[in-house]
């Protein structure tokens, strides 16, 4: 049984554990208080939070049964060494759970607030349904040869595959309505500083082991934190610099792309906009010339 060399070291990483536990959990209140102080889901993309359902539920199934079963530790341990530790710490499991229970939340806010147009397209859906039925498939040549470890591990590549699909429809979401009005600037914030405490919480565990295997051990959560720091540069690239938010506020119930577009127009189109000052002057002339004739 493995067990830490260091004392510093060991409470270093449960530090940086529970700081990204802490950030990452922290990061998905301010959409939901976003939400709820605008009444409207309008800017949030319905895609990104179906799919990042998927990918919690599968990561709080990997972490859970890595930590929890005993079956799936004597694989891991079977096949990375017996003096390998766990790659999994409590406070992943208890992340995966808050995550699954906000996001949930988050889902029902948009079934009860202003959604304009907005909806799940019919490619996430279909994503969903190939990602459950790929896991069923798995579950089902799993079962008969007691392959636990494989198929926790299938959980953690959905989670990964998951994490690259979810932020895709966000991104471009912004970039065709060329802003992030509606989409939380901070929970992006909090989830790199997560991501990079997490990252950390690896090395310190292989510095201490003076082994590797906890990164290829658990690909899974060493892709989850580089891919989640790399769209949240993007993320912060595309509110801060290339769409920042305007001071005006708009109404919550009105889409912000139309708004933008039909200010757009008028600024074109100056006849419009001196519309109403046109009609008195002609008025008070066609009046003149009456009295004059």
């Given at each position: 049984m ?7 070291l060991?409470?270093l ?6 700081v ?19 009444k409207s889901v309008?800017?949030?993309n ?11 539920s ?10 929890f079963?005993?079956a799936?530790q004597w ?5 990375y ?7 999994v ?23 009860i607030?202003?959604?304009g147009n907005q ?5 996430a859906?279909?994503i969903?349904s190939?990602?459950?039925l ?5 579950v089902?040549v799993?079962f ?7 198929l ?17 429809p ?13 989409f939380s ?6 989830d790199?500083f997560?991501g ?6 690896m090395a310190?565990q ?12 658990n ?20 509110h801060y ?5 305007r001071?005006?506020?708009?109404s919550p ?7 933008t577009?039909?200010?757009?127009k008028?600024r ?6 001196n ?8 008025s ?10």
């Amino acid at each position: 049984m493995a067990s830490w060399n260091s004392v510093p070291l060991e409470v270093l990483y449960n530090v940086l554990g529970w700081v990204a536990f802490v950030s990452w959990s922290i990061s998905f209140y301010p959409q939901v208080i976003l939400n709820f102080r605008r009444k409207s889901v309008v800017g949030l993309n319905f895609d990104f939070v179906v799919l990042n359902l998927t990918k919690h539920s599968s990561y709080l199934i990997y972490n859970a049964s890595m930590f929890f079963s005993s079956a799936v530790q004597w694989q891991y341990r079977h096949r990375y060494g017996n003096n390998e530790m766990i790659p999994v710490a409590a406070n992943d499991v208890a992340f995966s759970t808050h995550a699954v229970l906000l996001t949930a939340f988050t889902l029902f806010q948009i079934s009860i607030y202003d959604r304009g147009n907005q909806k799940v397209s019919k490619i996430a859906l279909a994503i969903v349904s190939v990602a459950w039925l790929s896991v069923a498939i798995c579950v089902f040549v799993a079962f008969p040869k007691h392959s636990w470890l494989w198929l926790v591990s299938c959980f953690n590549t959905l989670q990964v595959v998951m994490t690259v699909t979810k932020y895709i429809p966000q991104a471009v979401m912004n970039f065709r309505r060329k802003s992030t009005i509606g989409f939380s600037i901070g929970n992006i914030l909090l989830d790199l500083f997560g991501g990079v405490t997490n990252y950390g919480q690896m090395a310190v565990q292989s510095i201490d082991q003076n082994s590797w295997v906890n990164f290829y051990g658990n690909i899974g959560k060493t892709l989850l934190s580089l891919v989640s720091i790399f769209f949240d540069f993007l993320f912060i690239v595309q509110h801060y610099v290339l769409y920042p938010s305007r001071k005006e506020v708009a109404s919550p119930n009105v889409d912000v792309a139309w708004m933008t577009r039909t200010q757009k127009k008028k600024r074109t189109c100056p006849q419009l906009t001196n519309q109403n000052t046109l009609l008195p002057k002609f008025s008070h002339l066609q009046s003149s010339i009456n009295s004059y004739i």
